[in-house]
């Protein structure tokens, strides 16, 4: 069962030496061809700020009762409605909020993604588009998230990755079985 309920409130974040510790995900996928079967060319999910003006990748407080992994995965579900697997932190950024004007301590993470969600707690409030590294980058409006796609296309392009098997994408909802 899914929460159909976002977080709230800043209660319970971390903060190290000041800074609000922010999570977020680089779900991606590898693109299916028209034949079925499953290419080389990485798709990234990228989703719209609340606002609708901005293009980026799903993050958010990261919360004393989760671990760092566990703060990804929410977060990835709640802006963009996908589930997957958690890997290796990409990096640690410190950045400025644009609509607080403070600094974040911000921890990024691929995710595999396994499910893509009919419904998510903020499907009325942001767009989510999957598209290609170029497109992504361009997009994106973030320095930081920028830095962490490349360092994830790095890793994925010097590491042999088992691909996930052809059926994995085949629709809207996704499914392991």
């Not at 004007?101 to 588009?129: N, S």
């Not at 360092?151 to 996930?164: A, M, N, Q």
């Given at each position: 069962?899914?929460?159909?309920?976002?977080?709230?409130?800043?209660?319970?974040?971390?903060?190290?030496?000041?800074?609000?510790?922010?999570?977020?995900?680089?779900?991606?996928?590898f693109k299916i061809s028209s034949d079925?079967?499953?290419?080389?060319?990485?798709?990234?999910?990228?989703?719209?700020?609340?606002?609708?003006?901005?293009?980026?990748?799903?993050?958010?407080?990261?919360?004393?009762?989760?671990?760092?992994?566990?703060?990804?995965?929410?977060?990835?579900?709640?802006?963009?409605?996908?589930?997957?697997?958690?890997?290796?932190?990409?990096?640690?950024?410190?950045?400025?909020?644009?609509?607080?004007?403070?600094?974040?301590?911000?921890?990024?993470?691929?995710?595999?993604?396994?499910?893509?969600?009919?419904?998510?707690?903020?499907?009325?409030?942001?767009?989510?588009?999957?598209?290609?590294?170029?497109?992504?980058?361009?997009?994106?409006?973030?320095?930081?998230?920028?830095?962490?796609?490349?360092?994830?296309?790095?890793?994925?392009?010097?590491?042999?990755?088992?691909?996930?098997?052809?059926?994995?994408?085949?629709?809207?909802?996704?499914?392991l079985s």
């Open positions: 069962m899914v929460c159909l309920v976002s977080r709230t409130g800043r209660q319970f974040q971390r903060y190290n030496k000041g800074r609000r510790q922010v999570v977020g995900c680089i779900p991606y996928r079925g079967t499953i290419s080389d060319e990485l798709e990234v999910l990228v989703i719209t700020s609340q606002k609708g003006h901005a293009m980026m990748f799903p993050k958010g407080g990261w919360e004393l009762d989760e671990s760092v992994e566990e703060a990804a995965s929410r977060e990835s579900l709640e802006e963009a409605g996908v589930l997957g697997s958690i890997e290796s932190q990409l990096g640690k950024w410190d950045f400025l909020s644009k609509s607080r004007g403070t600094f974040y301590e911000g921890l990024m993470f691929p995710m595999l993604v396994k499910e893509q969600l009919d419904l998510w707690p903020e499907q009325h409030l942001r767009q989510r588009i999957w598209m290609t590294v170029e497109e992504a980058r361009e997009a994106c409006r973030d320095w930081w998230m920028k830095e962490a796609l490349d360092i994830l296309v790095e890793r994925l392009s010097s590491s042999p990755r088992k691909k996930p098997s052809p059926t994995l994408f085949a629709g809207t909802q996704m499914d």
